[in-house]
């Protein structure tokens, strides 16, 4: 299994004269170290507040149709007058004195003049006028039921929207019904599905006609995902199916103009992931019932997200406030058995960058002074045509070296205020029971840890020195990240400062450089690489 390994606990007066050991800041307060609980609202949840069931709808539109029960004001006038308020009667018929019967039940309301003068004139050919209107629609008693506050039997008019009997009800109940699956039943019939987001949205409401008996029926909530920050309406947001894309959500919650960026957390296979993304690319990705999305400008972040792995149970990564701190992180944390505590690792991507440029810096001087230095003698210009060569095929492979950014963390009582950064990645290992040999030994392996042998033990049980192997001087990367240098002189002693169960025990090549300078300069970067990236570049 690949062992992470740092670089920035090897003392600072050996490699990095000006870096710090422990990149750190420390907070001015502590803040909650818990995810709250969305606070963003149901979309929709505002709908019903009294002010549909306090409007009865008492216009009718055109397309209205004439139902029973429903009021016609009738007037004839010229050679016979008359005018009377005629109820549609069980058969949908009104009755006109001297017409008789007309059936008007079907009838649009925007046709219902026309309708009833050309049967009048039937009887009436000639001077008599006709002009009947739509006086009151139909009292009924609708149920509303589900997922409302307060299911039971309303009173209204055939005219008036599903919304007035919902608001007649209390309104969905935000936390366990549905604003997308709403029926209309009339007996066991369904007469319409109706999904409140496009009234929200668009201001469209499907035509329909109550009757006596119909039942209003708000279904469960299906999966929801909340859209917050830099969006211009926060707001949980209700889908149907295994999954949906964001930018189907943005389609309701409109984004901010300045929005490019994208957090996601969700849980998938019972484990918590979180991702932050260009806004372009989150567009297209799965959203599945429970996911968080926060849109965030350049410099608007609110949380961060850190990725947790080893000996650990729980979710993968955890969203936390911006300003967190370590400590904040570790009282989430659930421990295996196996985990090792004292050894706890910290990658941070901002110090691989740091130490990467770093590395370049000391191989763009290294490379200088290889290949400026003047040559006194021909013997000096072939020698030194043969160390640029060498150099420069060094530089090459060093240069491909890439840092981890490990925060040492061990040693510090103030490790645990440090800031976290978005993107850090903590690491709790196993309880480590092994030392590893490498570089220039002959056999490179793991043994068991025996804290009777010493390092010469260790050395002796990989083969031994390699040809190319430095035998003045080793390192020692302790599995929390610090580092340790030990000469000959201490090569036998059987010290667990000097050795613990997890360590590597790194064998440095030795510079075949004829140059004072450049053997200086190279040796640092060789121990620069090899705390860097827990491998040993041959020279």
């Known amino acids: 299994m690949k062992t992470y390994r740092g670089w920035l606990g090897l003392l600072t007066a050996l490699v990095f004269p000006t870096a710090q050991a422990l990149d750190t800041q420390l907070l001015d307060k502590t803040e909650t170290t818990e995810i709250p609980e969305s606070r963003v609202p149901v979309f929709g949840q505002s709908l019903f507040q009294g002010a549909f069931k306090d409007q009865p709808f ?90 409302v506050n307060n299911p039971g039997l309303y009173t209204g008019f055939s005219s008036d929207s599903i919304l007035y009997y919902l608001d007649s009800a209390g309104g969905i109940d935000r936390k366990s019904g549905s604003f997308i699956d709403v029926q209309v039943l009339r007996g066991e019939k369904l ?67 300045q929005a490019n960026f994208a957090r996601i957390t969700q849980v998938i296979d019972e484990q918590q992931q979180a991702s932050y993304l260009p806004l372009s690319e989150a567009f297209t990705t799965p959203l599945y019932p429970g996911a968080r999305v926060e849109l965030v400008r350049d410099n608007d972040i609110k949380t961060i997200s850190v990725r947790v792995t080893g000996e650990l149970d729980g979710p993968a990564a955890h969203v936390l406030p911006y300003g967190a701190t370590l400590d904040d992180l570790l009282t989430l944390l659930q421990y295996r058995d196996n985990a090792d ?71 510090n009582p103030k490790a645990g205020a440090m800031l976290l950064e978005d993107g850090d990645e903590l690491v709790v290992p196993l309880r480590a029971s092994t030392i590893s040999v490498v570089g220039e030994v002959i056999f490179p392996t793991s043994l068991v840890f025996n804290e009777r042998n010493t390092l010469k033990d260790y050395i002796a049980l990989a083969g031994g020195f390699a040809n190319n192997a430095n035998e003045e001087e080793l390192v020692v990367l302790h599995l929390d990240g610090t580092i340790s240098r030990v000469d000959d002189s201490d090569f036998g002693r059987k010290s667990k400062r000097i050795l613990r169960p997890g360590d590597e025990i790194m064998v440095m090549p030795k510079i075949q450089a004829s140059e004072l300078q450049v053997t200086k300069d190279v040796t640092e970067i060789l121990y620069r690489i090899a705390v860097g990236t827990a491998a040993v570049l041959s020279f």
Not at 82 to 97: C, E, K, R
């Open 341 to 411: 505590r004292d050894a706890i690792q910290l990658y941070r991507q901002s110090v691989a960058d740091r130490q990467k440029a770093a590395l370049d810096r000391s191989l763009d001087a290294l490379e200088m002074e290889a290949l400026t230095r003047q040559p006194i003698t021909n013997l000096d210009q072939v020698s030194q045509k043969d160390n640029a060569a060498m150099i420069q095929n060094f530089i090459s492979k060093a240069r491909r070296a890439e840092p981890r950014g490990q925060v040492v963390l061990a040693n």
């Open 58 to 147: 008492s216009g009718f539109n055109p397309a209205y149709r004439i139902t029973v029960g429903d009021q016609i004001n009738l007037q004839l006038w010229g050679a016979y007058s008359f005018s009377a308020t005629l109820p549609v009667d069980p058969q949908g018929n009104i009755f006109v004195p001297e017409v008789g019967p007309v059936h008007v039940a079907g009838v649009e309301n925007g046709g219902l003049n026309e309708f009833v003068l050309r049967h009048v004139k039937r009887v009436f050919k000639n001077n008599v006028r006709a002009y009947a209107n739509l006086e009151a629609s139909q009292p009924v008693k609708v149920f509303v039921t589900g997922y």
């Open 191 to 257: 007469q319409e599905k109706v999904n409140l987001y496009n009234f929200l949205v668009k201001g469209t409401m499907p035509a329909l006609q109550l009757r006596n008996g119909d039942a209003i029926v708000v279904g469960p909530r299906h999966g929801a995902v909340s859209i917050e920050g830099a969006v211009q309406q926060p707001a949980q947001i209700e889908f149907i199916g295994p999954y949906t894309q964001l930018g189907e959500m943005l389609l309701v919650s409109k984004p901010d103009p």
